[in-house]
């Protein structure tokens, strides 16, 4: 067996017409899962009867079973909500009518909401409480003091975790071809099935979610030297 280099390439240029369908998954499912996590990190916080269990159920549940099974669940099991729905209203929508992507971004959130809500619930609490009882000192309502106190504080402590869940989602999103989304992986397995090349081609492949990884990397250390200029009272 011989390396084909020039496969290689040619596989390489071919594939960068997949990551905008990787990112897109990974960006949408980092920031909804961002907002997600969000929520579920100050219910649980603050003890909010009743969604207090059930956000602690979701985090267990979720945390607790692979990516691949919520993309199934969602894949399989909301069509079926939606059509039983739509029928017993009378509605002539139907899910077919779906883009399969749409399936992958509902699940990958999903998935994505319960890992960040640790990393959101980290960072909040590790902003001392002082500070939000003298906020309140000055009559800062609490969203005022969440916005303006708490969450600038609890992004520069979680900024490490959140990169390193993106780039988990990044590599994770590679399960989309199980539902027939074409991104980086299923592209190499596209290209590799006219020649059987398929070591080449997931080669070009590793090469490409590597690049990915390291400008997520990049862009992370670039937020962390601004967060640390602004937090010795230099210019950003």
């Given at each position: 067996?011989?390396?084909?280099?020039?496969?290689?390439?040619?596989a390489?240029l071919?594939?960068?017409?997949?990551?905008?369908?990787t990112l897109?998954?990974?960006?949408?499912?980092?920031?909804?899962?961002?907002v997600?996590?969000t929520a579920?990190?100050?219910?649980?916080i603050?003890?909010v009867p009743?969604l207090?269990?059930?956000?602690?159920?979701?985090?267990?549940?979720?945390?607790?079973?692979?990516?691949?099974?919520?993309?199934?669940?969602?894949?399989?099991?909301?069509?079926?909500?939606?059509?039983g729905?739509?029928e017993?209203?009378?509605?002539?929508?139907?899910s077919?009518?779906?883009p399969?992507?749409?399936?992958?971004?509902?699940a990958?959130?999903?998935?994505?909401?319960?890992?960040?809500?640790e990393?959101?619930r980290?960072g909040?609490?590790?902003?001392?409480?002082g500070?939000?009882?003298?906020?309140y000192?000055?009559?800062?309502?609490?969203?005022?003091?969440?916005?303006?106190i708490?969450?600038?504080?609890?992004?520069?402590?979680?900024?490490?975790?959140?990169?390193?869940s993106?780039?988990?989602?990044?590599h994770?999103?590679?399960?989309?071809?199980?539902?027939?989304?074409?991104d980086?992986?299923?592209?190499?397995?596209?290209?590799?099935?006219?020649?059987?090349?398929f070591?080449?081609s997931?080669?070009?492949?590793?090469?490409?979610?590597?690049?990915?990884?390291?400008f997520?990397?990049?862009i992370?250390?670039?937020?962390?030297?601004?967060?640390?200029?602004?937090?010795?009272?230099?210019v950003?």
């Amino acid at each position: 067996m011989k390396l084909d280099l020039s496969f290689i390439w040619q596989a390489l240029l071919q594939l960068l017409t997949a990551i905008p369908v990787t990112l897109a998954v990974t960006v949408v499912s980092v920031l909804c899962g961002l907002v997600i996590g969000t929520a579920v990190a100050l219910i649980r916080i603050n003890k909010v009867p009743v969604l207090d269990t059930a956000a602690a159920a979701y985090v267990t549940f979720i945390r607790g079973t692979p990516m691949l099974t919520h993309l199934l669940l969602v894949y399989f099991g909301l069509p079926f909500a939606i059509d039983g729905i739509c029928e017993n209203f009378g509605w002539a929508f139907r899910s077919v009518s779906i883009p399969m992507i749409a399936f992958a971004y509902i699940a990958f959130s999903i998935t994505a909401g319960a890992y960040l809500s640790e990393v959101v619930r980290s960072g909040l609490l590790a902003v001392d409480k002082g500070q939000i009882e003298a906020a309140y000192a000055v009559g800062m309502t609490t969203s005022q003091a969440l916005r303006r106190i708490v969450f600038p504080q609890a992004f520069a402590i979680l900024l490490p975790n959140l990169s390193n869940s993106t780039i988990s989602m990044l590599h994770g999103s590679a399960l989309v071809f199980t539902v027939s989304v074409v991104d980086i992986n299923a592209k190499s397995q596209i290209i590799a099935s006219s020649n059987w090349k398929f070591f080449e081609s997931y080669i070009a492949a590793a090469v490409i979610y590597w690049g990915l990884t390291l400008f997520i990397e990049r862009i992370t250390a670039m937020a962390e030297r601004r967060i640390q200029t602004y937090n010795r009272g230099g210019v950003s």
